[in-house]
């Protein structure tokens, strides 16, 4: 990978808890490299679903959820001044 950026992932959401991210640019250029093992693929790191509902995690960082939606309400505008986005709640449960 060439022509890129190394900055702080100081924004409000966050796909990780590193302090740092890659920015991609529109010079950015990336080829194909044969896979040595050193790096990990995935770097996933799943949560239980009661620890989102108790609040246990850092509500900056984004998570995925491998479970079961069991109820989700209506969509409606955050806020009444803004029309462009807009939030749903729903209600997940562990898969197992």
């Known amino acids: 990978m060439s022509q890129f950026n190394v900055v702080s992932a100081s924004s409000s959401f966050r796909p990780t808890s590193h302090a740092f991210k890659l920015n991609f640019m529109f010079q950015t250029r990336v080829v194909h490299a044969d896979d040595d093992g050193s790096f990990h693929h995935f770097g996933f790191s799943f949560v239980e679903a009661k620890r989102i509902i108790y609040g246990e995690l850092d509500l900056n960082i984004l998570v995925d959820v491998i479970g079961h939606v069991y ?9 009444p001044n803004d029309s462009k986005n807009k939030r749903i709640t729903i209600d997940i449960e562990d898969a197992a």
Do not use: D, F, G, K
């Open 71 to 79: 109820n989700m309400l209506q969509v409606h505008q955050s806020s």
